[in-house]
């Protein structure tokens, strides 16, 4: 086994995974010992950066750096709990359906509204038509407005509550400030959307 890495990607390769022809160009050997002593390093904190000839090396990074990769690792996880909350109220994973219930929303308001468009009618129409339920436009309106409505104002609270916990993430100070204030988000998110599921 030999190990290898590229300064280009910031990763390690072996050769019995990777074929030499799969190789980043720049990749460099290093030993099992080296590598082993990286990824402790790494888990310590340390960064794995290429030195100005390409090797592998530990950084410390500074405070700024530290504190900064902290923010954008709590922005990207507060976005994964929303979406993953979004997905869970809407019953789908799929973001184009909840997208199509927004939108079918939408449509039914400017039908009762007496607004729609030609086509928006008839979308309204041909959704109408396909659920087979035999039921009036007023019926099917009522369907889209009861079941969107409860998506939207969902999804509007975890955006909502998304957006105030993005704005705390400025203000933070430590890894430890991220925990809390993570912790604190989905206790938030869970509390309203318990809350909603109650008054429907």
Request: hydrophobic residues 40%; charged residues 25%.
């Amino acid at each position: 086994m030999t190990l290898y890495y590229s300064a280009t990607t910031r990763g390690f390769y072996d050769s019995q995974i990777h074929e030499d022809k799969a190789l980043p160009a720049d990749a460099v050997e290093i030993t099992a010992e080296e590598h082993q002593a990286l990824l402790q390093a790494n888990a310590r904190g340390d960064w794995i950066e290429p030195d100005e000839t390409g090797y592998p090396q530990a950084v410390f990074p500074s405070p700024d750096e530290a504190l900064a990769t902290i923010k954008e690792m709590a922005l990207n996880r507060l976005a994964g709990i929303a979406q993953s909350q979004r997905q869970q109220v809407a019953g789908t994973h799929d973001e184009m359906e909840i997208a199509g219930w927004l939108n079918k929303f939408r449509m039914a308001q400017a039908w009762r509204l007496g607004t729609a468009t030609q086509a928006e009618q008839s979308a309204l129409e041909m959704e109408r038509a396909a659920r087979a339920l035999n039921e009036s436009m007023e019926d099917f309106c009522d369907d889209v407005f009861k079941r969107g409505g409860q998506l939207i104002k969902a999804i509007g609270v975890i955006d909502g509550l998304k957006h105030q916990a993005r704005q705390a993430v400025h203000q933070v100070n430590n890894q430890v400030e991220v925990d809390e204030l993570i912790k604190d988000f989905n206790m938030q998110l869970n509390a309203v959307l318990v809350n909603l599921e109650e008054a429907t």
